[in-house]
Each structure stands twice: as C-alpha cells, then as structure tokens.
T-cell receptor, first 114, second 115 residues
Framework: ELKVEQNPLFLSMQEGKNYTIYCNYS?????LYWYRQDPGKSLESLFV?????AVKQEGRLMASLDTKARLSTLHITAAVHDLSATYFC??????????????FGKGTLLTVNP | AAGVIQSPRHLIKEKRETATLKCYPI?????VYWYQQGPGQDPQFLIS???????DKGSIPDRFSAQQFSDYHSELNMSSLELGDSALYFC??????????????FGPGTRLTVL
C-alpha cells in the first residue's frame, strides 16, 4: 500500500522567514504533485514533478524531487501572509490500465504571521 | 480556460436520504476521479472512470455508486446517508494523452452536510 507522509503537519512562520515542508512516500511512484488548499476551497495545482532531480519554482515556492530517497521538498522563501493555506503533496501510481489515482499526504497547515 | 464544474456546490440532507452529485469534466478530458475529504482530512480516492468505464475503486461505501455518461459527465449517487458522509466531495478530470503525464484538475467541490 502506498503511503505518503508529510511533515510538519502544522507550521507557523513569521513573514520574511524561510522554511521547508517534507514529503516522503513509501514505494516507487510515477509522479509527485503539490497542491494548495484554502479553507473550504478546491485543490489548486502548484507543481508537477515528473523525474528524479526535478526542480520547479514559482514565486516564493520551490519544489524538488529525489526519487531515490522517495522524498520531495517544498521550500518557502521569504514567506508572506498570502501563502497561508494547507499544502498537500500527492503521489500517483498506475493501479492498472489507464488509472492514476492520487494518494495524498495529511497536509501541512501553514500560517504566516506578520 | 474551462474548468471542472460540480453541482450542487452545497447540499444539506437528512440521515437515510439520498443525494446525487454531478461533475462536468474539462472539455476533451476522458478520465474522471471522485475524492472525499472529511473535515481536517486529506482527500481520499473513491472511484474513477475512463472512457465511461469504471477504471478503479477505492474506499467507496457500497451505499455509493457512480457512473460516467456518454457526454463524459459523471454522477455520484449516495444512498442511506449517514452523519459520517458529511464532507467535501471533489471531482477531478484528466486527459490520458500520454502515460507519462496525467495531471488531475480539481473542481470546486460539493459540500455535503448530513443532519
């Protein structure tokens, strides 16, 4: 059974600080995704990481993937209040035929304080 | 760009009632996934369809059923509702154009409250 673990689950940061969220997964997977979710809202796709060593950056967020270590990181640089949200990593895996269901981590609730 | 559409956005039901949730995927997308997200939880995969055929099943109760129609929209039917069914239900769609890339795009969700 594929397991995805995120840490920390709760993160309170001050504006301007840097921090990293970690995502470990238990078995070989095809792809890793990072999503952002605001309270009661949908899941917004942030990054899709397709191969070992992949690094993607968007604004103050940077994601990387190490498939050998089965580890992805989401690095936050100089946090601002607008980044406050829950961040999920998710892994998909071909479960037969054409299907690629997502298995999510528990999510990291990020609060950025002024 | 067109996104995934879900209806209704909010639904309130009594215990033991039935509910039907609808999902309209992004045009030309051929795969639909349903996920359930309880309060403070991560989304859990329920069921998926590819080209109108069920392709995988997750932790979906027997009281729930789903199908994908000829126009690719999908419906999740829920019967004998229980308090524990209260959750956000997301539909996601993707296009199986290339096995190496299968990004799922999520709809806004339907918030179901069972009283």
């Amino acid at each position: 059974e594929l397991k995805v673990e995120q840490n920390p689950l709760f993160l309170s940061m001050q504006e301007g600080k840097n921090y990293t969220i970690y995502c470990n997964y238990s078995t070989t997977s095809d792809r890793l995704y990072w999503y952002r979710q605001d309270p009661g809202k949908s899941l917004e796709s942030l990054f899709v990481l397709l191969s070992n060593g992949a690094v993607k950056q968007e604004g103050r967020l940077m994601a990387s993937l190490d498939t050998k270590a089965r580890l992805s990181t989401l690095h936050i640089t100089a946090a601002v209040h607008d980044l406050s949200a829950t961040y999920f990593c998710a892994v998909d895996r071909n479960s037969g035929g054409s299907n690629y269901k997502l298995t999510f981590g528990k999510g990291t609730l990020l609060t950025v304080n002024p | 760009a067109a996104g995934v559409i879900q209806s209704p956005r909010h639904l309130i039901k009594e215990k033991r009632e039935t509910a039907t949730l609808k999902c309209y995927p992004i045009p030309r997308h051929d795969t639909v996934y349903w996920y359930q997200q309880g309060p403070g939880q991560d989304p859990q995969f329920l069921i998926s369809f590819y080209e109108k055929m069920q392709s995988d099943k997750g932790s979906i109760p027997d009281r729930f059923s789903a199908q994908q129609f000829s126009d690719y929209h999908s419906e999740l039917n829920m019967s004998s509702l229980e308090l524990g069914d209260s959750a956000l239900y997301f539909c996601a769609s993707s296009l199986k154009i290339n096995p190496s890339y299968n990004e799922q795009f999520f709809g806004p969700g339907t918030r179901l409250t069972v009283l």
